[in-house]
């Protein structure tokens, strides 16, 4: 069935990389997504990767896929203190873009 | 450009009782989704629209619950009634179309039964 997975909480010192994992198990999925939520507020898609794509880069965030392995990972260089939040990986499912999310990952950005 | 407005942003009820949220989804976007958000979980799909129409219920418990979207444009989901497990935020989202792109998605309403 649709699944994903992340782990739940990550701790990094401001100015480190953050790197945040994902595994989905929908292979049929075309696009896989990092959304971000703040606390007290809605989703904010952060970028997406079409299935066919191994790396996409935007300004500080890297996206990395491992399409045989199901592998999806976040990777933000230079991380502030403004990148605390929790990270939802999704996978698109069924063809009409339902989102598949997986529990999310804290990341918490310390001095 | 305006976002997807939700209202109420905060509910608290007894359990058994009624509840309806509301959504009005960005201008010109065709498809609008309600997910719920239980603490510490990610969202999950409760119940799509493609315009006025069902696309995916599947996850809907409609003994209880129940979503329209009349004229295409803003929707209402309600409960009834009520039941503790039903605590979580209602998250509404809306995009251009059902093809693979961006949704966005609304503060939510968070929703307590006691």
């Known amino acids: 069935g649709e699944d994903v997975e992340q782990s739940l909480f990550l701790s990094v010192r401001e100015g480190d990389s953050s790197v945040i994992n994902c595994t989905y198990t929908?292979?049929?999925?075309?696009?896989l997504y990092w959304y971000k939520q703040e606390p007290g507020a809605g989703l904010q898609l952060l970028t997406y990767?079409?299935?066919?794509?191994d790396m996409k880069q935007d300004q500080r965030l890297t996206v990395l896929l491992n399409k045989k392995d199901k592998h999806l990972s976040l990777r933000i260089a230079d991380t502030q203190t403004g990148d605390s939040a929790i990270y939802f990986c999704?996978?698109?499912?069924?063809?009409?873009?339902?989102?598949?999310f997986g529990a999310g990952t804290r990341l918490a950005v310390h001095p | 450009e305006a976002g997807v407005a939700q209202s109420p942003r905060y509910k608290i009820i007894e359990k058994r009782q009624s509840v309806a949220f509301w959504c009005n989804p960005i201008?010109?976007?065709?498809?609008l989704y309600w997910y719920q958000q239980i603490l510490g979980q990610g969202p999950k799909l409760l119940i799509q629209?493609?315009?006025?129409?069902?696309?995916?219920d599947s996850q809907l418990p409609k003994d209880r619950f129940s979503a329209e979207r009349l004229k295409g444009v803003d929707s209402t989901l309600k409960i009834q009634p009520a039941k503790l497990e039903d605590s979580a935020v209602y998250l509404c989202?809306?995009?251009?179309?059902?093809?693979?792109?961006?949704?966005?998605f609304g503060q939510g309403t968070r929703l307590t039964v006691v």
């Open positions: 989202a809306s995009s251009l179309t059902q093809l693979n792109t961006e949704a966005f």
């Open positions: 929908d292979s049929s999925s075309t696009y």
């Open positions: 990767i079409f299935s066919n794509m």
């Open positions: 999704a996978e698109n499912s069924g063809g009409y873009n339902k989102l598949i």
């Open positions: 201008s010109g976007h065709a498809t």
């Open positions: 629209f493609q315009n006025n129409g069902v696309v995916d």
